[in-house]
């Protein structure tokens, strides 16, 4: 069974089976998409029709691990000529 537009259709994964996660993900997002996609297939949670929610949730982790790293690099707030300001990565 074939869901989408025609252009646009991909197979259905069996029960339990995990799909394959987007192209355009990161490698950070695409390994929570693994980690999530296969604990949600496994239960029988996830549905063709979760994918854009999971793969939303995957980038937002994936940017939100970026932003930490930065103010864990660069400290909470930085230096400007108008003087210290809460780091830019916090507005992530």
């Keep these: 069974y074939m869901r989408g537009r025609p252009k646009q259709r991909q197979p259905e994964p ?3 089976e995990a799909p ?3 192209e355009t993900l990161d490698a950070a997002a695409r390994h929570v ?3 999530a996609a296969a604990d949600l297939a ?3 949670l996830l549905a063709a029709a979760d994918h854009p929610t999971l793969r939303k949730f995957c980038e937002l ?3 939100a691990d970026r ?3 930065e103010v864990v690099r660069d400290g909470p707030t930085i230096s ?3 003087g210290r300001v809460k780091h ?3 507005l992530m």
Aim: charged share 10%; hydrophobic share 40%.
């Design 80 to 82: 400007t000529p108008q």
């Design 61 to 63: 982790h994936s940017l």
């Design 20 to 22: 394959p996660s987007p």
């Design 42 to 44: 496994s239960r029988g």
């Design 88 to 90: 830019p990565a916090w």
């Design 33 to 35: 998409w693994d980690i």
């Design 67 to 69: 932003a930490v790293a």
């Design 14 to 16: 069996k029960a339990g």
